[in-house]
């Protein structure tokens, strides 16, 4: 895991099975210099005979060691370390070398004004993923999520990535996807957050989020204006249809009492969230669901929801 055998006319005249370091030894000696003995692999050969060994190649601040299969070296005579280059810098391409730029998902992505998606498919699971974007200079890596699309792919590669783009606390962990990130070289964090890049995504409500049971979105001059609403499938898809206005409002409709408005609203002119206080006599009569913005709300001072709504049912009583 230090290092690896290196050579311009580097071969291995031998590779076979054997049970410990000192059979794989005692075979090779004859008929080599240098040998390897992977002595954790289950199946396969785990011995094998070198010759033309120059030097010991580093594997490259870019390799986790943790990535590199255990093994053992031997050698008659010591070579010395490979100077003035290192296994990622010979093999740039080598799946391992995105091993050591290793960074989750759910705390960044990949960003850059020409980043280019070259592939995606579906893998079995990381390692695999990594193998098939050899070659390109980063790569995304989902794990199984309720939170992917049925018809997503799990793996894809990337060229282009400038920087990483860290979601930022406008955005809600619980709704993005567990997954991995992994370039072939450093790349830095960008100067901004996600949402600063892009403001209208409806992620960038996820992170004010409310009980609607507790609160209604209100603009403490009465200004608020209700502009779009549908009748969406799940909140995702109401947040998704929302996306550009300031907030939003989402009724579990299976799980509330009947509205006669859609489930879904989408508000400008936001700026305080409304309690409903406690001149409410229906509570059973309030939607259950949430409401979201794209910036912290506080509480609106001196008012209430029936202050505002004394005729709404939940404050009459009159279902």
């Known amino acids: 895991r230090d290092a690896i055998f290196h050579g311009d006319n580097l071969a291995i005249t031998d590779a076979s099975r ?105 893998v079995s699971n990381e390692r695999e993923c990594m193998m098939e974007c050899e070659g390109y200079q980063a790569a995304r890596y989902f794990q199984a999520s309720p939170l992917l699309p049925a018809e997503s792919l799990n793996c894809a590669c990337y060229d282009n990535a ?8 406008k955005v809600s962990g619980n709704l993005i996807p567990q997954g991995w990130i992994f370039t072939n070289e450093h790349v830095a964090d960008c100067s901004e957050t996600y ?40 909140e995702i898809r109401c947040l998704t249809f929302c996306e550009g ?17 859609p489930n879904c609203q989408c508000f400008n002119s936001v700026n305080c969230r409304l309690e409903y206080g406690n001149s409410v006599k229906r509570r059973d009569l309030i939607p259950i669901g949430s409401v979201y913005a794209k910036k912290p709300l506080s509480i609106c001072a001196d008012i209430k929801f029936c202050d505002v709504y004394p005729l709404d049912v939940v404050c009459t009583g009159e279902s």
């Open 162 to 169: 400038e920087c990483l783009l860290p979601w930022g606390q």
């Open 195 to 234: 949402c600063d890049r892009h403001p209208d995504d409806h992620l960038c409500f996820t992170g004010n989020k409310h009980s609607l049971q507790s609160f209604t979105l209100y603009h403490d001059d009465e200004s608020i204006v209700m502009l779009n609403s549908t009748n969406a499938a799940n």
């Open 18 to 122: 054997q049970e410990y370091d000192l059979d794989c030894i005692s075979h090779c000696s004859n008929i080599s210099s240098s040998i390897l003995f992977h002595g954790n692999r289950a199946s396969g050969d785990n011995c094998y005979c070198y010759e033309n060994v120059d030097c010991m190649l580093g594997w490259s601040s870019n390799v986790d060691p943790n990535a590199v299969e255990y093994g053992l070296l031997f050698t008659k005579e010591k070579p010395g370390a490979c100077n003035g280059t290192d296994f990622c810098t010979l093999h740039p391409d080598d799946y391992r070398c995105f091993t050591g730029n290793r960074n989750p998902y759910q705390g960044k992505q990949l960003d850059g004004a020409n980043l280019q998606q070259m592939k995606s498919l579906d």
């Open 245 to 261: 206005y300031d907030g939003v409002q989402y009724i579990q409709t299976e799980r509330s009492p009947v509205v006669d408005r």
